[in-house]
């Protein structure tokens, strides 16, 4: 007779970091493709998430992108990653347009304790789908951007963190009353990501 054993995924603080990491990278390359911050024909095609994604081929912005993933993860293995926010502004003026907003809460009994958690990784993988689907539908309702525009990269990491010299203090690079359209969050049961886009609201009302 035959007999069907059911797995359960162990996600470690090592493999969740991965996963988080990895989620940030083509996020980034989708936001900066969907936004049009980089020409259409600079992006290539490949599957990741059960959809098709386009990634750079940009040298300058694959290797500042290998470089942030790799970061990031360092940071999510230790814990001491609070936010990542990638922002938008204008190439002319500097003016921040856009927020991409990534919350990161970590399981600190992970951390602390060497603890595994357990989620199955096709669970993970919906989530994040339907994440990236939100990315990938934002010109429906986020402003076109009319103007050249360039990106930066923000994080926010407990007092306690050593900064590698190639990240330098910033300001938040915040919108004055901006619209605010948050998306699904994932969570790998040992860090839980929210994402939030802010932007910049062009409608005047006249209250008089």
Same mark, same amino acid.
């Given at each position: 007779?035959?007999?069907?054993? +059911? ?5 470690? $603080? ?12 083509? +996020?980034? !390359? ?12 600079? %992006? ?10 386009? /990634? ?7 290797? %500042?992108?290998? !470089? ?12 001491? $990653? ?18 991409? !907003? ?33 990315? +990938?539908?934002?010109?429906?309702? $986020? *402003? #076109? $951007?009319?103007?050249? #525009?360039? %990106?930066?990269? /923000? ?6 963190? +050593? ?8 300001? *938040?690079?915040?919108?004055?009353? *901006? ?21 910049? !609201? ?7």
């Amino acid at each position: 007779m035959a007999s069907r054993t +059911a797995s359960k995924d162990i996600i470690t $603080l090592r493999g969740s970091a991965a996963i988080v990491s990895e989620y940030f990278g083509y +996020a980034a !390359n989708s936001i900066l493709y969907n936004r049009g911050v980089y020409p259409e024909e600079s %992006f290539k095609k490949v599957k990741k998430y059960g959809l098709t994604m386009l /990634l750079t081929e940009d040298e300058g912005v694959k290797t %500042f992108v290998s !470089n942030l993933t790799a970061q990031l993860a360092e940071w999510l293995e230790t814990g001491k $990653l609070q936010r990542v926010v990638l922002v938008i502004m204008s190439k002319a003026s500097g003016e921040v347009l856009e927020r991409w !907003n990534f919350s990161i809460e970590t399981d600190s009994e992970v951390v602390q304790k060497g603890v595994s958690r357990e989620k199955s990784d096709k669970e993970i993988m919906r989530e994040i789908q339907a994440i990236m689907r939100q990315i +990938a539908s934002s010109i429906t309702y $986020l *402003p #076109c $951007l009319e103007e050249p #525009c360039v %990106f930066d990269v /923000l994080a926010y990491t407990d007092m306690d963190v +050593a900064v590698p010299f190639t990240w330098i203090e910033s300001d *938040p690079k915040l919108i004055a009353n *901006p619209q605010m359209v948050k998306l699904h969050s994932f969570d790998t049961k040992i860090h839980k990501v929210d994402t939030l886009v802010s932007y910049k !609201n062009d409608d005047e009302w006249d209250e008089s």
